[in-house]
């Protein structure tokens, strides 16, 4: 499960303005794992 959390000033954005947050969110969440998964697999320099 996953909590949504949002606020605005002046105005509520919009369901389409809410699914483009999750879909960038999400983008996100994939490069950075991706990120991580290439450090890990990187041989250690001492």
């Known amino acids: 499960?996953?909590?949504l959390q949002?606020?605005?000033e002046g105005a509520a954005f919009?369901?389409?303005e809410m699914n483009a947050?999750?879909?960038l969110?999400?983008?996100g969440i994939r490069e950075l794992v991706?990120?991580?998964a290439a450090a890990?697999?990187?041989p250690l320099v001492r």
Do not use: I, N, R, Y
Request: glycine share 4%; aromatic share 4%.
């Open 1 to 3: 499960f996953v909590e």
């Open 6 to 8: 949002g606020t605005a």
């Open 14 to 16: 919009s369901h389409a």
């Open 21 to 23: 947050l999750v879909a």
């Open 25 to 27: 969110a999400d983008k």
């Open 34 to 36: 991706a990120l991580q």
């Open 40 to 42: 890990l697999a990187a």
